[in-house]
T-cell receptor, first 111, second 115 residues
Framework: GENVEQHPSTLSVQEGDSAVIKCTYS??????FPWYKQELGKGPQLIID?????GEKKDQRIAVTLNKTAKHFSLHITETQPEDSAVYFC??????????FGKGTRLHILP | GAGVSQSPSNKVTEKGKDVELRCDPI?????LYWYRQSLGQGLEFLIY????????KSGLPSDRFSAERTGGSVSTLTIQRTQQEDSAVYLC?????????????FGDGTRLSIL
């Protein structure tokens, strides 16, 4: 069935360093890949998304890359700051107007 | 502007009781999703409403779970005869139109605890 794998489950990086989260998906028909950030006690918030017709998208310190051949995509956060600490979810479109979420990555930014 | 609103924010109830969770989507959004998030886990799809179409109930875990959406706006998720394994955060999201490529906007969820 449809599946999205996300790694790592936990990531600690020094403030100012870069963080990379990787996801793979199983459905070759997937064509939209959003990333969500969830802070404690809050709902997930869309931070960036990419469609299958582009290979990379950047928004300030955040970038996402997509490799459709290998069916994987990644989130890159540069110059990390304390407020980047949160849980990040990748997702990919599945069938019937649904998106399939990864299990999340807990990102800790160390002072 | 108003985002997705969920109520209550927290609900504690005894095993066997029924609960109703409410979601007010963003005005004008035709698509509405319910998800369940267990502690430290990802988002489990429950049900999807799109306009006047029949809802996609394929994610509901048992017949104790049901949902409705009145007038294409407010939605209620009902869990009957609650069990301890129902304890989780229930999240609602809405999007402007049908299609999985439409960005979903989430509420802050209802944290349900079954004693």
């Amino acid at each position: 069935g449809e599946n999205v794998e996300q790694h790592p489950s936990t990531l600690s990086v020094q403030e100012g360093d870069s963080a990379v989260i990787k996801c793979t998906y199983s459905d070759s028909a997937s064509n939209y890949f959003p990333w969500y950030k969830q802070e404690l006690g809050k709902g997930p918030q869309l931070i960036i998304d990419i469609r299958s017709n582009v290979g990379e998208k950047k928004d300030q310190r955040i970038a996402v890359t997509l490799n459709k051949t290998a069916k994987h995509f990644s989130l890159h956060i540069t110059e990390t700051q304390p407020e980047d600490s949160a849980v990040y979810f990748c997702a990919a479109t599945g069938r019937d107007d649904k998106i399939i979420f990864g299990k999340g990555t807990r990102l800790h930014i160390l002072p | 502007g108003a985002g997705v609103s969920q109520s209550p924010s927290n609900k504690v109830t005894e095993k066997g009781k029924d609960v109703e969770l409410r979601c007010d989507p963003i005005s004008g959004h035709t698509a509405l999703y319910w998800y369940r998030q267990s502690l430290g886990q990802g988002l489990e799809f429950l049900i999807y409403f799109q306009g006047n179409s029949a809802p996609d109930k394929s994610g509901l875990p048992s017949d104790r779970f049901s949902a409705e959406r009145t007038g294409g706006s407010v939605s209620t998720l009902t869990i009957q005869r609650t069990q301890q394994e129902d304890s989780a955060v229930y999240l609602c999201a809405s999007s402007a139109d049908r299609g999985a490529w439409q960005p979903q906007h989430f509420g802050d969820g209802t944290r349900l605890s079954i004693l």
